[in-house]
């Protein structure tokens, strides 16, 4: 029998320049969906505590007040915070995957985070490359999450934003067997172009991967564009538009609608068997793949800022002496 797994992408709000109440808003939508018998979900990139639109619209040497805030208002993890997303998704029993801006020391991370439906934190993975304006804000993430994670729901991959427009990212994830893809994107930015190439996107992975991809983007309501106007100078266009919230069958169509403005969910139920329906035609992970011509090499190694060499000398020294290496001394 095929497994149905009832999966949600959600389009919501932040609650402007505030971590506590964006992370209380996003564990009541969790509940909401726990009710609704969903048992996976994705939320927009780094939807807590919000997005960073002042960076699109301020130039660099104006923004140091928006900066310092969101670094105060940014997530560390594990926290408080990312306690209290894991427990809503054991209490509603749901895989969670939810963008946040990760603060560690004096930098902010834009990071995606994979809760089991036993609320444990199954991954965090940093997003490798901040696009344009974002690398005044965000540091650069490592190949350590780049990879996909077992979970109640499947395998779940996950990518921001423009990491979709990096083939080899995207092939990562494929060659290790997602079944479902979890994509974020911003939402209320760069008008309507931005959500027709988000559709684009998506549509493209699910067809190439076939899988199923889940896609979430922020909305940002007429309120919030107020205040963000009058905090950065910025007129409304590029705090505008851009959402494109939907589920994509691995076929490439558009499961129900998209939701394009306002906040809501868009709720269906994916059936895996659609996935072996679409790989038995094209599985670019198996028999339509030419690894002997084409293959891709990963480093998937942490990148820490610091090596600690005495603890390498202390393993070297614990390590047994091969029958091998007691001969060379002999010699």
């Not at 900066?67 to 054991?90: C, M, N, W, Y």
């Not at 009058?230 to 499961?255: E, H, L, N, R, Y």
Request: charge should be negative.
């Amino acid at each position: 029998m095929s497994m149905i797994v009832k999966a949600a992408a959600v389009q919501i709000s932040p609650v402007l320049y505030s971590r506590k109440g964006t992370v209380d808003k996003i564990v009541d939508k969790i509940r909401e969906l726990g009710r609704l018998g969903v048992q996976f979900a994705t939320f927009p990139e780094t939807i807590v505590p919000y997005y960073p639109y002042f960076s699109f619209v301020q130039p660099p040497y104006a923004n140091a007040k928006e900066h310092q805030r969101l670094l105060e208002e940014s997530v560390v993890v594990p926290s408080p915070e990312t306690d209290a997303i894991g427990k809503a998704a054991r209490e509603a029993g749901i895989v969670v995957s939810i963008g946040v801006n990760e603060r560690d020391g004096g930098s902010i991370y834009n990071t995606q985070l994979l809760f089991d439906a036993d609320g444990t934190l199954i991954q965090r993975r940093r997003k490798l490359t901040p696009t344009h304006h974002e690398r005044m804000i965000w540091g650069q993430g490592d190949g350590s999450g780049l990879h996909a994670v077992d979970s109640a729901a499947g395998r779940i991959g996950q990518l921001a934003c423009w990491e979709h427009y990096l083939p080899l990212a995207r092939y990562a994830l494929i060659a290790d067997g997602e079944q479902i893809h979890s994509a974020m994107y911003p939402g209320s930015f760069a008008g309507p172009l931005f959500a027709a190439q988000t559709e684009v996107n998506v549509r493209q992975h699910a067809l190439e991967s076939g899988c199923f991809v889940v896609c979430a983007t922020a909305w940002l309501d007429p309120d919030q564009q107020a205040q963000i106007m009058k905090d950065t100078g910025a007129p409304i266009g590029p705090i505008s538009g851009g959402c494109f919230t939907a589920i994509i069958a691995p076929d490439g169509q558009i499961v129900g609608e998209a939701l394009t403005s306002g906040e809501g969910d868009v709720i269906a139920d994916l059936d895996f068997a659609l996935i072996d329906a679409r790989k038995r035609l094209m599985d670019s992970r198996g028999h339509y793949s030419r690894p002997e011509l084409l293959s891709l090499l990963v480093d998937r190694s942490p990148a820490p800022h610091m090596h600690d060499r005495s603890a390498y000398r202390e393993a070297e020294a614990s390590r047994p002496v091969t029958n091998g290496e007691r001969t060379s001394e002999v010699l």
